[in-house]
Structures are given as C-alpha cells and as structure tokens.
Nanobody, 124 residues
Framework: QVQLVESGGGLVQAGGSLRLSCAAS????????MGWFRQAPGKEREFVAT????????YYADSVKGRFTISRDNAKNTVYLQMNSLKPEDTAVYYC?????????????????WGQGTQVTVSS
C-alpha cells in the first residue's frame, strides 16, 4: 500500500500564496502520474492539476491555469502544488492522488491512491 500525506494548507487572504506538499510512503509504486484535486462544500470533487512521472507533462484546470504550478521530486516521493494569486473560490479541501502507471489524466477515477486532504481557505 501507498500512503499519501498532504500538508501546507491554511488560511490566506485573497491574492496570497500557499504551497501544498504531498509525501508518499509505503510500498514504492511504479512510475505513475500524480495529481491534485479539490472539493468545496456542497460541490463535487474537481480536477486541479496533474503531472507525469518525469515531470515533463503537466495539465491544469482552466480555473487555475497561470496561477498554480504542480511539480514533483521523485527522490523525495513528493509532489507539490504552488498556488499564487489565490481567490476565495479556491477555498476547498485539496487532495493528492497517485496512479501506479499510465499517463496523466484529469479524471479522478483512474487514480489508485488518495490522501486525506488539507483545507485551504481564502478570505476576501
């Protein structure tokens, strides 16, 4: 099994920045993509960003493109989400996800492992 633990969430004013981290531990998984999703109260979980194993391919939701950056450090089994120019509508629980293989996808279904989530609250 693989455990994913997110950190870095918190309360920030609109226009501010946060950096989320997701550390993977447990059985080493194969060379797969990782992603970030979020879920706001009363809404469905939605895709935020995903990155390939090599880091060469990244994809973003239109709502965060140009403001968020996903990256990974495979030596540390960690993926990051740098969030700049935060807006109140970015408020949500952010989840890290990992896939055992394949290409980065924007759908939640193919991801094999999920973290517990970290709360991000952006005040206006």
């Amino acid at each position: 099994q693989v455990q994913l633990v997110e950190s870095g969430g918190g309360l920030v004013q609109a226009g501010g920045s946060l950096r989320l981290s997701c550390a993977a531990s447990g059985r080493t998984f194969s060379r797969g993509p990782m992603g970030w999703f979020r879920q706001a109260p009363g809404k469905e979980r939605e895709f935020v960003a995903t990155i390939s194993w090599s880091g060469a391919s990244t994809y973003y939701a239109d709502s965060v493109k140009g403001r968020f950056t996903i990256s990974r450090d495979n030596a540390k089994n960690t993926v990051y989400l740098q969030m700049n120019s935060l807006k109140p509508e970015d408020t949500a629980v952010y989840y890290c996800a990992a896939n055992r293989g394949g290409v980065p996808v924007m759908s939640a279904a193919p991801y094999d492992y999920w973290g517990q989530g970290t709360q991000v609250t952006v005040s206006s």
